[in-house]
């Protein structure tokens, strides 16, 4: 299977570890869900690609400053179930491309289910930045 490059915006299929899991002494997520790369960034001492991932949850939040929903057009073009889905922008997982934690779409020979609209992306980042200054944001949890 080819993989793509990553870059921000994809969604991609990834074994996602929530921090209450990673809490808990977890080490492996759950379940693997769609999650949007936020950044993708070469390291420059060694080539490599950091990246950070937000998920994607068919579970309502608790706390709708959290989350962004999903536009239903947005879900049937990247192929994800017709369920209601929310962007989560208080939870972010962080690992070296293509670490250990990607897998391929159920039914597909890929990891990616396409590209966030451009206007969902920057509402998402700008969710994540506003967190971060109202200092609500958790540290991402290191996957690699």
């Not at 997982?93 to 990891?111: M, Y």
Request: hydrophobic share 40%.
């Amino acid at each position: 299977m080819k993989l793509p490059t990553p870059r921000p915006g994809l969604v991609i299929r990834y074994g996602f570890l929530w921090s209450h899991e990673a809490e808990a002494g977890a080490e492996e997520a759950a379940k693997d869900r769609p999650c949007a790369i936020v950044v993708a960034a070469r390291r420059q001492e060694n080539g490599e690609i950091g990246v950070i991932v937000a998920p994607i949850t068919r579970e309502p939040p608790d706390d709708p400053s959290a989350s962004l929903e999903v536009p239903a057009a947005v879900c049937r073009q990247l192929g994800l179930k017709p369920d209601r889905q929310w962007l989560r922008c208080d939870e972010l997982n962080r690992f070296t491309w293509p670490g250990f934690d990607l897998s391929a779409i159920p039914g597909k020979n890929r990891v990616d289910y396409g590209m966030l609209p451009q206007g969902l992306f920057e509402a998402l980042k700008a969710a994540i930045l506003q967190r971060q200054r109202a200092r609500k944001a958790r540290r991402p949890t290191r996957r690699d």
